[in-house]
């Protein structure tokens, strides 16, 4: 029996002459029109059409000044590109121009810099990448071999410091810029060092390997979604995603079961749909296949250019998928990257939630809350004047029972500043009835803004907290990475929220105590647990659209449920290229969870390569995979509760899961791979389904081993997957995939 609970009828290749049908070719059409509507130079990052303009604005103003200023806006617009020789050339020239003007050599120097650490990004990690490229600390294979860029960047960035000793953007990155020379810290002048950027801490772990670009599955894309699921049913875990440009076609990497993958991209039609900076995975109509929701539009509705439409698009169970999103009722036009699916009306067929992005009061995108037909259509049930007519700069929903009576609420997260949390009622019927309970929680008058969110059980005590994360957008990250490295500070830019449920309705942020203040600015975000200790760990992936802002992926080890340790530079995942979607898997089903993230930015010559960090195996803890299939409740079933009870050296334990894909951006797996630290059996395994209440107990359950448990059916069945050694594109086997080695 197969783990995804359906007949494997999957084939690589559409059958000969197969056609999408005609939703599926309008949609496509649609993408290509809001793809031109898109390249306009009053849109931001359309790099091509604001290279056009100034190249023509250059040539009609002769004006000595103004011809500075647009030679330094092409410069930028360069980098944009991706074209940093030609903009060194660019700030080469206004140096020279500038050479009697200090306040111009001020702005200069920095902007050179950072054109000749792009460069220096481009010689190496990108054209010559390597597992530790850009990986922080800087060392071993990611010391850069082409060493002139990153001289030259560090000579402007030290003219800069000399012009404005207070500029902790330029400082931060000559900091980095001689971590890239094999030099930091001690050739670092000492009136600009930034100490301790390389100390590992007191709690560390074993190193990952990003094993991405040995497996030919490292796309190099601008920022975009990630799912990890097995999306045709043979047990293996798959890899999917997406870009935010409408120009980025989806990219679909079948796991072969051998240790390799096989990019099923085109076979699939998925490259032929465009764009998405995020998307989540269900199965929207309860046939056993994973379904996949595209988001599109978010960042650009205060620009005038987000109202792009999302895409359902249907796994048809033949290795293709089909866009579904006109006939199901879903085509809107709306800036989004945020939804969950739920059951939230308990009628076993999941529901769609998405947070939009309102930025102008004079043009407001509401949140949509549409209800399943159980037909393959859906109704928008956020009429104004609902509960659910929410109109905010929303950038994270999350969906789970924080009360515990059955019924499941929801949590948004808004770059607005509001931390809004839905209750579900739990009365019957097809509308669900919610109520706004954000003030009892003690949520008002949290005006910091956030971005990515969840609810998970840190602390293992049956009662879901919340996790959001504060963001910025204006300014360069690279200026509070200095500042929080030099002299920690209370200030609360860029810093995690960690919310504990007290059980009685109300949240405490616990975030001061928990050793998690550290700046992060996450954007991408998930949760798992990389040691099989129970208790759940996090990964952040950091940036902006700046190009300063080089700042470091985190990753945070859950310390018992009573802390966190940041151990992202032992642990070799703090990635200083833009991080965005993130997924926990074990994706060698070997029972250690790995990390799979996409990586780059918000332009064209921002993108990087996505990465998948092997978890080497941090000790013998045990862990138990578990593939729920609803019967009553949804297939899928998302939504359902599991208590694992068990005795590890003497001591009772309860590890409390939900069936959900993770964090707000980025989705994991829906199979469930729970660690039991050194306990031996599972005493007991609890599943709670959401539609039909019904609970089933599984008592003395072995560990270390794939089982599948349906809905009202007694037992369960074991799945006989194996353990994956992983093979470079060429056959070989890297050390670190080899679990003979270490793995």
Known sequence: MLLGGASCKHQDDPKNGEKQPASHQKMIAILAGVAQQLNNPQNNYAADAKLAKCNAMLAANKNPVDQINLLSQKSNILLELGDEAEAVKIMEQLKVLLKSDPAGLKQVYPVLGMAYLRLAERNNCINNQSQESCIMPIQGKGVHQDKAPSRKAVNAFEMAMSLNPDDLDSRWLLNIAYMTLGEYPGKVPKAWLIPGLDNAGAVRVKPFSDMAGDLGIGVKNRGGGNIVEDFNNDGYLDIVSSAWGLDDPIHYYKNNGDGTFKDVSRASGLSAIMGGLNMIQADYNNDGWMDIFVLRGAWQGQTGFGEQPNSLLRNNGNGTFTDVTIDAGLLTYQPTQTGT????????????????????????????????????????????????????FVKGVASGDYDNDGWVDIFLSCFSGEKILLRNKGIAGKVPAFEDVSAQAGFTGLNSRTFPTWFFDYDNDGWLDIFTCNYEFGRPLSYYAAKEALKPSSDMSGKIYLYHNNGNGTFT???????????????????????????????????????????????????????????????????????????????????????????????????????????????????????????????????????????????????????????????????????????????????????????????????????????????????????????????????????????
């Open 509 to 743: 942020d616990k975030s001061p105590t928990m050793h998690v203040n550290q700046v992060c600015f996450a954007m991408g975000a998930n949760f798992g647990d990389i040691d099989n200790d129970g208790f759940l760990d996090f990964y952040l992936s950091t940036g902006n659209p700046n190009f300063q802002s080089l700042v470091p992926n985190r990753l945070y080890k859950n310390m018992g449920g009573k802390d966190f340790a940041d151990v992202s530079v032992s642990s070799r995942t703090a990635n200083l290229q833009k991080g965005h979607a993130v997924s926990f898997a074990d994706i060698n089903n070997n029972g250690d969870q790995d990390i799979s993230v996409d990586m780059g930015g918000a332009y064209r010559g921002d993108a990087f390569y996505s990465s998948l960090f092997l978890n080497p195996g941090q000790n013998n803890n045990n862990w138990i995979c578990i593939k729920l299939e609803g019967t009553s409740s949804n297939r899928a079933a998302i939504g359902a509760k599991l208590a694992l009870k068990f005795r590890e050296n003497g001591v009772e334990r309860t590890v409390y899961r939900d069936v959900n894909s993770g964090g707000s951006f980025g989705c994991s797996p829906l199979r469930r791979e729970i660690g039991i630290g050194q306990a031996t059996v599972i005493d007991e395994i609890n599943v709670f389904w959401p539609a039909s209440g019904i609970r089933q107990v599984l008592k003395n359950v072995h560990p270390n081993q794939f089982i599948q448990l349906k809905e009202g059916q007694e037992g369960f069945s074991t799945v006989p997957l194996k353990a994956l050694v992983f093979k470079r594109i060429d056959g070989t086997i890297p050390m670190c995939a080899n679990p003979a080695l270490g793995q």
């Open 341 to 392: 699916w739920n059951d939230f009306n308990h009628d076993g067929w999941i529901d769609l939630f998405i947070g939009n992005e309102s930025t102008n009061p004079n043009d407001l995108h509401p949140c949509e809350f549409f209800i399943n037909n159980g037909d393959g259509t859906f109704d928008n049930i956020s009429t104004q004047g609902s509960v659910f007519y929410i109109s905010k």
